[in-house]
């Protein structure tokens, strides 16, 4: 069965540090892969997804992630934190005939002003 | 507003008694998908309808169910509710069988069972 780990459960950082959060999934055939953003109250957002292609893929909000096949990962990056990226993270992913996505249990981003 | 509209937004009920989620997908979207959002399991996938058919089946308990109508609605059933049962439900749409793309998600219905 497919399966998503997202390293970290909690991240606090400062405004202008610069944001990883690891995820890696399970599945060793065709696979897509999503970033979704949760607000404080709100419904999930996609911020970016990785088709085929270009491994390093840009999001909205300055995001990016990277495909690494090799390592099943796909770590999602921003340079510069600003307070109003506070919100939870979920990787998910998608693969072979599968036509749900499974998610990662989340990582909470905190950014201090 | 992200097209997907989930109703009621928030819900108390008692133990054992049944409940209605409804949801109507993004305009043009065939399939809809029903996640469980809670604070220790995390987004859980319950259930896959496409265009009126039931596709994919996840953690979802035999007390729960649900079904997509002809307009493309779709609604997820709970009974014999518990204190457990309570959760954040979110739908989510996709235009095809395949969510290659992703989804775009409801804003959720907070069910709280006390």
Avoid: M
């Amino acid at each position: 069965a497919q399966s998503v780990s997202q390293h970290n459960h909690h991240v606090i950082l400062s405004e202008a540090a610069s944001l990883e959060l690891g995820c890696n999934y399970s599945y060793g055939g065709t696979v897509n892969l999503f970033w979704y953003v949760q607000y404080p109250g709100q419904h999930l957002q996609l911020l970016l997804k990785y088709f085929s292609g270009d491994p390093l893929v840009k999001g909205i909000k300055g995001f990016e992630a990277e495909f690494i096949k090799s390592k099943f990962s796909f770590n999602l990056r921003k340079p510069s934190v600003q307070w109003s990226d506070t919100a939870e993270y979920f990787c998910a992913v998608r693969g072979g005939s599968q036509g749900n996505l499974i998610f990662g249990k989340g990582t909470k981003l905190s950014v201090k002003p | 507003d992200s097209g997907v509209t989930q109703t009621p937004k928030h819900l108390i009920t008692a133990t054992g008694q049944r409940v209605t989620l409804r949801c109507s997908p993004r305009s043009g979207d065939l399939s809809v998908y029903w996640y469980q959002q809670s604070l220790d399991q995390g987004l859980q996938f319950l259930i896959q309808y496409y265009n009126g058919e039931e596709r994919a089946k996840g953690n979802i308990l035999e007390r729960f169910s649900a079904q997509q109508f002809p307009d493309l609605h779709s609604e997820l059933n709970l009974s014999s509710l518990e204190l457990g049962d309570s959760a954040l439900y979110f739908c989510a749409s996709s235009a095809w069988l395949q969510a290659n793309y992703g989804y775009t998600f409801g804003s959720g219905t907070r069910l709280t069972v006390v």
